[in-house]
């Protein structure tokens, strides 16, 4: 079992920047992998980024143009998603999920989810 806290969500204005974070509970933080995603109103939730359990695989979606970063910290049980110059399609709340296989950008395979924080970009 893990449990999932997301903080570092906001508003901010258009081109600014956010770090999101997400802390784990459990000591096998880094058995999971690790991924972002978002849902923005009356939208389905859609992936953003995801990080495999060493950090050796990153892949993020098109949407995202090189703007976001994901990282992760195994010793502090904590996946940071850096994200810059941001535009207001960005809004949604950004949830953050764990996966006990491999990398995947379907929502289906993670096993575990946290709250979410919502992120606002005013243009």
């Known amino acids: 079992q893990v449990l999932l806290v997301e903080s570092g969500g906001g508003l901010v204005q258009a081109g600014g920047s956010l770090r999101l974070s997400c802390a784990a509970s459990?000591?096998?933080?880094?058995?999971?992998?690790m991924a972002w995603f978002r849902q923005a109103p009356g939208k389905e939730r859609e992936f953003v980024a995801v990080?495999?359990?060493?950090?050796?695989?990153?892949y993020y979606a098109d949407s995202i143009e090189g703007r976001f970063t994901i990282s992760r910290d195994n010793a502090k049980n904590t996946v940071f998603l850096q994200m810059n110059h941001l535009k207001p399609e960005d809004t949604a709340v950004y949830y953050c999920?764990?996966?006990?296989?491999?990398?995947?950008?379907?929502?289906?395979?993670?096993?575990?989810w946290g709250q979410g924080t919502q992120v606002t970009v005013s243009s």
């Open positions: 999920a764990a996966a006990l296989g491999g990398t995947s950008r379907y929502s289906d395979a993670y096993d575990y």
């Open positions: 459990g000591r096998t933080f880094s058995t999971y992998t």
């Open positions: 990080n495999s359990r060493r950090g050796t695989g990153i």
